[in-house]
């Protein structure tokens, strides 16, 4: 990485020509959404959305675009101290010309680092490090970000799984008292999804289970 911000720093008649690096610096725009998404809190807050969709029987209620759109803002709203943070310390000398890309680069990997330290275990991080065959890192600094984005993320993964069983369980009450319901009554060809459905749809309501959903989320962070 800091190879290649010595392209963007470099000056003299040996420079890399200009067009490209600006080649080299769209592929890294081209790139940056989906790394952020695995460094911010993001996949958490998707796959945990999408549990609660398909817990329901909704099929595409809410649709892909509200509930992206929903994961988006919560996660402005969670890492906002986190990229203030940034803006502050890196972002903002920069664009100032008081520090240089360098600099500025390893000041925003700390912020970011010590937010994804906090939810990622320890085992995922081991399982990256020994890999790569790293020596232990002394603090959060020494951890190379191509070891902690991975382990960040299969940590999320787990974690989201983990809500995601849990409101599975109640709406799953549901289906098998409707099924044993629906056999009893000799109606075994009615779909049980279709009764339960509503009562479900119900049960969410009453319990307001968006505020629920999205407190918990922002508890969990």
């Known amino acids: 990485?800091?190879?290649?911000?010595?392209?963007?720093?470099?000056?003299?008649?040996?420079?890399?020509?200009?067009?490209?690096?600006?080649?080299?610096?769209?592929?890294?725009?081209?790139?940056?959404?989906g790394i952020l998404i695995l460094m911010t809190c993001f996949t958490r807050i998707v796959i945990v959305l999408s549990f609660v969709r398909t817990s329901l029987a909704t099929n595409s209620m809410p649709p892909n675009q509200v509930l992206v759109?929903?994961?988006?803002?919560?996660?402005f709203f969670i890492m906002a101290p986190t990229f203030s943070q940034i803006n502050k310390e890196a972002l903002t000398p920069l664009l100032n010309d008081d520090i240089t890309l360098n600099q500025?680069?390893?000041?925003?990997?700390?912020?970011?680092?010590?937010?994804?330290?906090?939810?990622?275990?320890?085992?995922?991080?081991?399982?990256?490090?020994?890999?790569?065959?790293?020596?232990?890192?002394?603090?959060?600094?020494?951890?190379?970000?191509?070891?902690?984005v991975p382990?960040?993320?299969?940590?999320e993964l787990k974690t989201a799984f983990q809500i995601g069983f849990m409101i599975f369980i109640p709406f799953l009450i549901i289906d098998m008292v409707v099924a044993s319901v629906?056999?009893?009554?000799?109606?075994?060809?009615?779909?049980?999804?279709m009764i339960s459905l509503p009562f479900k749809i119900l049960l969410f309501v009453l319990v307001d289970g968006w505020y629920l959903i999205v407190k918990s989320l922002l508890q969990s962070f």
Do not use: C
């Not at 963007?8 to 067009?19: L, M, Q, R, V, Y």
């Not at 500025?104 to 065959?133: C, G, N, W």
């Open 69 to 75: 759109g929903l994961a988006l803002f919560l996660t």
């Open 182 to 193: 629906l056999m009893s009554m000799g109606m075994m060809m009615l779909p049980p999804v």
């Open 1 to 33: 990485m800091n190879e290649f911000i010595d392209l963007f720093n470099s000056s003299g008649a040996g420079n890399i020509s200009t067009s490209v690096r600006l080649l080299l610096l769209l592929t890294v725009f081209s790139v940056a959404p």
């Open 104 to 148: 500025a680069y390893e000041k925003a990997e700390v912020p970011i680092k010590e937010f994804m330290s906090k939810h990622t275990r320890q085992k995922d991080l081991a399982l990256f490090l020994s890999y790569a065959k790293m020596d232990t890192p002394e603090s959060i600094k020494d951890i190379p970000l191509t070891a902690m």
């Open 151 to 155: 382990a960040f993320a299969i940590s």
